[in-house]
T-cell receptor
Framework: EPEVTQTPSHQVTQMGQEVILRCVPISNHLYFYWYRQILGQKVEFLVSFYNNEISEKSEIFDDQFSVERPDGSNFTLKIRSTKLEDSAMYFC??????????????FGEGSRLTVL | RKEVEQDPGPFNVPEGATVAFNCTYSNSASQSFFWYRQDCRKEPKLLMSVYSSGNEDGRFTAQLNRASQYISLLIRDSKLSDSATYLCVVNTGTASKLTFGTGTRLQVTL
């Protein structure tokens, strides 16, 4: 079964450092998402990306965050200057085309970010 | 009012029991509804979509009441492997954004 892969699985960083989280979407999927989940809290939408541009973003996704698809395969989330409150599990998800919006997002296993 | 509200539980039930989870949503324009399952420290996985007519998948039955903005999930004959957090998820009609509830934790015991 095709899957979404994310790297790194866990990253520890110092406050103020830049972090890049990487995702390899399922190959024929066209919609890409980043969600995050702070420990013990709900899964929160960050941003969606379609046709090489952001289609929607949440209030969480401020100027410290950016996404890009630099090489047509990887989909990255960059946090420019990390804060303690950025510590969370970050999930990449993709949506299959041609089904209408069924809601079956395929999630990667997540990247756990710990900011010290 | 929270966009998607669930009882966090935990629900502790013995194997073989029937358990029901409820969820309410605040946006009447919501168009698609889902139950996802999340195991501890794992990614969410789609359990089932929820349709107005109600739908069943094996031991799982989902119901939607648009008038009351209410969604339910019924699990019959609970198994130990059903222990997880069940996430109520709502889409307001774009392909861009799912809104998750906080989840209801289920623990099935021997």
């Amino acid at each position: 079964e095709p899957e979404v892969t994310q790297t790194p699985s866990h990253q520890v960083t110092q406050m103020g450092q830049e972090v890049i989280l990487r995702c390899v979407p399922i190959s024929n999927h066209l919609y890409f998402y980043w969600y995050r989940q702070i420990l013990g809290q709900k899964v929160e939408f960050l941003v969606s990306f379609y046709n090489n541009e952001i289609s929607e973003k949440s209030e969480i996704f401020d100027d410290q965050f950016s996404v890009e698809r630099p090489d047509g395969s990887n989909f990255t989330l960059k946090i420019r200057s990390t804060k303690l409150e950025d510590s969370a599990m970050y999930f990449c998800a993709t949506l299959s085309p041609g089904q209408g919006y069924t809601g079956e997002l395929f999630f990667g296993e997540g990247s756990r970010l710990t900011v010290l | 009012r929270k966009e998607v509200e669930q009882d966090p539980g935990p629900f502790n039930v013995p194997e073989g029991a029937t358990v029901a989870f409820n969820c309410t949503y605040s946006n009447s324009a919501s168009q698609s509804f889902f139950w996802y399952r999340q195991d501890c420290r794992k990614e969410p996985k789609l359990l089932m979509s929820v349709y107005s007519s109600g739908n069943e998948d094996g031991r799982f039955t989902a119901q939607l009441n648009r008038a009351s903005q209410y969604i339910s999930l019924l699990i019959r004959d609970s198994k130990l492997s059903d222990s997880a957090t069940y996430l109520c998820v709502v889409n307001t009609g774009t392909a861009s954004k799912l809104t998750f509830g906080t989840g209801t934790r289920l623990q099935v015991t021997l």
